[in-house]
């Protein structure tokens, strides 16, 4: 099964607000939103919307 979500465990991206570079620590799909979230290692109590990262490049 291919997944759609733009970023794995352990990647490094960008948070757009802060520009903070920060680690993925947790992928989760929220189904009634048809979007995923994801929880970062600096800051394990907060969740963020792929719309919110971008990738490091």
Do not use: Q, S, W
């Not at 903070?20 to 963020?48: G, Q, S």
């Amino acid at each position: 099964m291919k997944r759609r979500n733009k970023f794995e465990h352990n990647d490094i991206v960008i948070l757009i607000d802060t520009g903070e570079k920060v680690t993925i620590n947790k992928t989760c799909y929220v189904a009634k939103m048809k979007k995923y979230t994801y929880t970062i290692k600096e800051k394990p109590k907060m969740f963020y919307f792929e719309e919110e990262m971008k990738e490091l490049l």
